[in-house]
């Protein structure tokens, strides 16, 4: 029988401390941290970010103002806005 092998996620935002002292609940969901974020942290392709990191990141002025790297995330469009007829 073979043995299953763990895929380990890393955590590793560098403000989650921060940003953990301004959120409403200490219980956080996780999930994989977008390429844009990946690639501006330099993290691995397995990091894992708490919900509100990546919006705190986002209204975070030392990155968005203070890098031309950063890259803000992809505005959605609802469907409404898209069926309209001018």
Known sequence: ?????????????????????????????????????????????TAVMCHHCLLETDRDSEYFLGSSS????IKRTSKEQNNLIP
Do not use: C
Not at 13 to 41: D, G, M, V
């Open 1 to 45: 029988m073979q043995k299953k092998t763990k895929n380990t996620n890393v955590y590793s935002h560098p403000k989650h401390e921060i940003y953990l002292s301004t959120a409403q609940k200490e219980t956080a969901s996780f999930k994989k941290a977008p390429e844009r974020l990946i690639r501006y942290f330099k993290l691995s392709k």
């Open 70 to 73: 950063y890259l803000l995330p």
